[in-house]
């Protein structure tokens, strides 16, 4: 299983848009890319997958250069509301291992 | 998307007693199901996996006569903590991933349940 780093936090403003990078040097070739966000005690959210260039849904975006070593989680025009962790997966397999997660506080 | 239902959302129970938590996928068939546990401040934990029908495949260091899993059905997976003490107090989430043209789907998250041992 691909080992993941994320910045431990990050401080952003409302209406900003924030990018949140993932490392995963080890990624394999079957591997997807998978970001959750988790509020205060709830479930774990999924937000966004993807395996290689770019993807876009209604919340976020997903950049994936073509080495697919790192990705990049992009939340557009963020409120208060999207104060929360973030975590980033990778694999394919039976398993799901969550990093530590990026701990995103947005600022009025 | 997918829905994962697990109940009880919160209980509490004294030191001794055993506690089962039950998760079931409302829309989907899941063929593997996870169970975590969460401390404040912390990242999820696997605990174990469950495919169904089959005996579950528990993480280095959980004790699974402590910890049992049943996934009895393709809906329905549950965790009975045993013998509960002050220590197993912690969030207990668990995921559930079904099958799409051979590959799994992502996974779906219960709403997670606090278990609180006094």
């Known amino acids: 299983l691909a080992k993941t780093t994320q910045p431990i936090s990050m401080d952003s403003y409302e209406g900003q848009e924030v990018n949140i990078t993932c490392s995963h040097n080890?990624?394999?070739?079957?591997?997807?890319i998978t970001w959750y966000q988790q509020f205060p005690s709830q479930g774990p959210r999924f937000i966004i997958q993807g395996y290689k260039t770019k993807v876009t849904n209604e919340v976020a975006s997903l950049f994936i250069p073509a080495d697919r070593k790192s990705s990049t989680l992009s939340l557009p025009r963020v409120s208060l509301s999207d104060t929360a962790v973030y975590y980033c997966?990778?694999?394919?397999?039976?398993?799901?291992?969550f990093g530590k997660g990026t701990r995103l506080h947005i600022l009025p | 998307g997918a829905v994962v239902s697990q109940h009880p959302s919160w209980v509490i129970c004294k030191s001794g007693t055993s506690v089962k938590i039950e998760c079931r996928s409302l829309d989907f068939q899941a063929t593997t199901m996870f169970w975590y546990r969460q401390f404040p401040k912390q990242s999820l934990m696997l605990m174990a996996t469950?495919?169904?029908?089959?005996?579950?495949?528990?993480e280095q260091g959980v004790e699974k006569d402590k910890f049992l899993i049943n996934h009895a059905s393709l809906t329905l997976s549950t965790l009975t903590v045993t013998s509960a003490h002050p220590e197993d107090s912690s969030f207990y989430i668990c995921?559930?991933?079904?099958?799409?043209?051979?590959?799994?789907?992502?996974?779906?998250f219960g709403q997670g349940t606090r278990l609180t041992v006094v």
């Open positions: 995921s559930a991933e079904g099958k799409v043209e051979g590959r799994n789907t992502e996974a779906f």
């Open positions: 080890n990624i394999a070739t079957n591997d997807y």
């Open positions: 469950s495919n169904e029908g089959s005996k579950a495949t528990y």
């Open positions: 997966l990778v694999g394919e397999g039976d398993k799901i291992i």
